[in-house]
């Protein structure tokens, strides 16, 4: 996979890719990832990449002008499955989406600032607009890269153990049950007794039941949309 991020703050979105998991996806070749910073595209020599919005309000907005030019190189290089726009006023991103992204071959995300973009960017180029949630960040870069790595770890052979990807919180709709480590008991704080059985008919039973409990309590909307 080929991720392209077009951004006005570089410095702001590397740093998740080049540890951990994301880096090592990127070391053994499952994924590159290319910044591209929208000054290199600006109209004049002092960088200018926004402009007052038509019709009066606070808050600048991105050209279209720098955007396409990007975008247009980015096109005439290779073909894009998908081209997304990080932005609070989009679909929330979810497991679902992740997965469908994960097995795609090429994708650009455009992160905003500001107010945003010009909606003729969004009108014209755009396939998919994400948001991360119901919240405004002062950008769409930890947006990008949050959504980066949630599709990243996704891509197959990423995780080492394939399993793990499968039994992430939301895969099967439901949130994850508690895990355990040694020492079996912590200042009286025990294991329950079922993870130390080696019944394993018994543990993915608990598991389930864990599982479900523990969404039932937290995020009951989770049940209801099925
Ligand atoms: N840009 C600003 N806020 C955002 C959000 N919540 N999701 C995606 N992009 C954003």
Same mark, same amino acid.
């Given at each position: 996979?080929?991720?392209?991020?077009?951004?006005?703050?570089?410095?702001?979105?590397?740093?998740?890719?080049?540890?951990?998991? #994301? /880096?090592? *996806?990127?070391?053994?070749?499952?994924?590159?990832?290319?910044?591209?910073?929208?000054?290199?595209? *600006?109209?004049?020599?002092?960088?200018? =990449?926004?402009?007052?919005?038509?019709? !009066?309000?606070?808050?600048?907005?991105?050209?279209?002008?720098?955007?396409?030019? #990007?975008?247009? /190189?980015?096109?005439?290089? @290779?073909?894009?499955?998908?081209? =997304?726009?990080?932005t609070p006023d989009?679909?929330?991103?979810?497991?679902?989406? *992740?997965?469908?992204?994960?097995? /795609?071959?090429?994708?650009?995300?455009?992160?905003g600032?500001?107010?945003g973009?010009?909606?003729?960017?969004?009108?014209?180029?755009?396939?998919?607009?994400?948001s991360?949630g119901d919240y405004v960040l002062s950008g769409g870069?930890?947006a *990008?890269?949050?959504?980066?790595?949630?599709?990243?770890?996704? =891509?197959?052979?990423?995780?080492?153990?394939?399993?793990?990807?499968?039994?992430?919180?939301?895969?099967? !709709?439901?949130?994850?049950?508690?895990?355990?480590?040694?020492?079996?008991?912590?200042? !009286?704080?025990?294991?329950?007794?079922?993870?130390?059985?080696?019944?394993?008919?018994?543990?993915?039973?608990? @598991?389930?039941? /864990?599982?479900?409990? #523990?969404?039932?309590?937290? @995020?009951?909307?989770?049940?209801?949309?099925?």
């Amino acid at each position: 996979m080929r991720i392209d991020i077009i951004t006005v703050s570089p410095e702001l979105i590397q740093s998740p890719f080049d540890h951990s998991i #994301i /880096k090592r *996806a990127r070391d053994k070749g499952f994924v590159e990832v290319h910044f591209h910073n929208l000054r290199d595209y *600006a109209l004049n020599n002092y960088g200018k =990449i926004d402009d007052y919005q038509f019709g !009066g309000g606070a808050g600048m907005v991105l050209m279209i002008e720098p955007i396409d030019a #990007i975008i247009s /190189k980015l096109k005439a290089e @290779r073909e894009y499955d998908e081209i =997304i726009y990080m932005t609070p006023d989009a679909p929330t991103l979810t497991q679902q989406t *992740a997965n469908t992204l994960s097995l /795609k071959k090429n994708i650009m995300i455009l992160t905003g600032h500001y107010k945003g973009v010009d909606q003729r960017v969004r009108d014209a180029y755009v396939t998919k607009e994400i948001s991360i949630g119901d919240y405004v960040l002062s950008g769409g870069e930890l947006a *990008a890269a949050v959504l980066s790595d949630s599709i990243i770890r996704l =891509i197959p052979g990423v995780l080492g153990d394939e399993t793990s990807a499968l039994t992430d919180s939301f895969q099967d !709709g439901l949130l994850s049950p508690p895990v355990y480590t040694r020492p079996s008991e912590f200042n !009286g704080m025990k294991v329950p007794e079922v993870l130390l059985s080696g019944n394993f008919p018994k543990i993915d039973e608990w @598991r389930s039941e /864990k599982a479900y409990e #523990i969404t039932k309590r937290v @995020r009951p909307d989770l049940l209801d949309e099925e």
